[in-house]
């Protein structure tokens, strides 16, 4: 008989090493139960409420006896009866949570340190990092795709008015330019820390590479006399940094100019002065989250204006357009947005944006937009919003549902 016993105790071991899931007729508490039974606290199984506990009394003679002892055998339990790594949670390696006396997926990160793509514990349960403070270790930078980066991913600039020799990429020996770094791009070593303030531009014109750019130490790329950072191709995550120090009305924050170029800026500051702060063009798919456009005045009404929109789809949330322009299109004077030659099909999403204070027309388009929350305010020209190409209007007064959040 005690053969049987061990023999049940490894048939149930999986059910009772799963969180989530029970065998039936196990359980926690009375709720695992069918109306009419209890969860008795002993054996954790589902009991008849007037179930009669003297069975075993009239003795185990016949050979059906061993047969009722293994239906009601209570579930093997961590650690004393089961091996959470030989049998955890889902069927996989698992802990044991003492407490509960059962197997889990994890009791703290270091847990879940197989699976890079759920590398955070909570609810004793591996997830998904959601920001870089979570990402503990290495470079602390949490991916999109929720994994957190490891060294050999990342590639760091960090000027230096001495000079960089011997320079490797490496946290240590970082380049001194970010095109240093761009050259340096290859599958799975996409990610390019810049820590502090970058001395030189950036251009990037890679295919396949899917370029993450992340700022660091209030790092920043110049605009000087042309383009802070053009995006020529691939598919582009830049986060965390300011495009600053226009000089000239030649001078331009961000330009995207491939036409199968997908650009996604998150939490970056664009403030250039005498330039124009961002301009994506024809076929490419924009996206801003969390953004700041500021400062972007040109010159003699020439040059400046904040984000300039041409032929290519975008969605843009949470962003403050400020104090930009006058600039100029065709004839066409703006001064916050301007939205020309809008696609037919794609995304075309202003969410929760506030342009204000700009020196001419806030938003200017020439066809219609999906505008939701925007609040335009205090823009010069007379005119908040081309409504009447644009499709929408302003928002009242700025709130949870009005402007952007930041």
Same mark, same amino acid.
């Given at each position: 008989m005690e053969r049987f016993w061990i023999a049940c105790a490894f048939v149930v071991a999986v059910a009772a090493c799963n969180p989530t899931s029970l065998k039936p007729g196990y359980c926690h508490t009375n709720?695992?139960?069918?109306?009419?039974?209890?969860?008795?606290?002993?054996?954790l199984m589902c009991w008849d409420m007037d179930a009669s506990s003297d069975a075993d009394a009239q003795g185990d003679g016949k050979d059906g006896g061993d047969a009722k002892d293994a239906e009601v055998a209570p579930p093997p339990r961590c650690p004393q009866t089961i091996n959470c790594a030989d049998g955890g949670y889902d069927g996989s390696a698992g802990v044991c949570e003492p407490d509960a006396g059962m197997c889990v997926e994890c009791l703290e990160d270091n847990d879940c340190a197989s699976k890079p793509k759920t590398p955070i514990c909570e +609810?004793?349960?591996?997830?998904?990092?959601? *920001?870089?403070?979570?990402?503990? $270790?290495?470079?602390?930078?949490?991916?999109t795709d929720g994994h957190c980066a490891t060294t050999g991913e990342v590639i760091y600039v960090e000027f230096n008015p001495s000079g960089c020799p011997g320079a490797d990429g490496s946290s240590t020996k970082p380049f001194c330019t970010p095109n240093d770094a761009v050259a340096r791009l290859a599958d799975g070593v996409n990610v390019i820390v810049?820590?502090?303030?970058?001395?030189?531009?950036?251009?990037?014109?890679?295919?396949?590479?899917?370029?993450?750019?992340?700022?660091?130490?209030? +790092?920043?790329?110049?605009?000087?006399?042309? *383009?802070?950072?053009?995006?020529? $191709?691939?598919?582009v995550l830049i986060r965390d940094l300011t495009v600053t120090g226009g000089t000239a009305i030649t001078s331009k924050g961000i330009v995207v100019s491939g036409s199968s170029t997908a650009l996604t800026l998150s939490n970056v500051r664009v403030n250039l002065g005498m330039g124009l702060g961002i301009q994506a063009g024809t076929g490419t798919q924009f996206v801003m989250k969390g953004c700041t456009v500021e400062n972007n005045l040109g010159m003699n009404g020439m040059g400046g204006g904040g984000i300039l929109l041409d032929g290519g789809n975008f969605t843009i949330d949470n962003t403050t357009v400020s104090n930009n322009g006058p600039g100029d299109d065709s004839g066409t004077t703006w001064g916050g947005l301007r939205i020309k030659n809008v696609p037919p099909t794609g995304p075309k999403i202003l969410h929760l944006v506030t342009v204000k204070d700009n020196k001419n027309t806030g938003i200017s388009c020439t066809g219609g937009v999906n505008g939701m929350g925007v609040l335009a305010t205090g823009n010069g020209g007379g005119v908040e919003i081309t409504t009447g190409t644009c499709g929408f209007s302003s928002c009242a007064m700025a709130g949870a549902d009005c402007g952007s959040q930041q």
């Open positions: 709720k695992d139960c069918t109306m009419g039974k209890t969860c008795n606290p002993k054996t +609810a004793r349960t591996c997830r998904a990092c959601k *920001t870089d403070a979570e990402c503990k $270790s290495g470079p602390s930078i949490c991916m810049i820590r502090g303030p970058a001395a030189d531009r950036m251009t990037l014109n890679t295919t396949g590479f899917s370029p993450v750019i992340v700022g660091k130490n209030n +790092a920043s790329v110049p605009a000087t006399a042309a *383009t802070a950072i053009q995006v020529m $191709s691939d598919n």
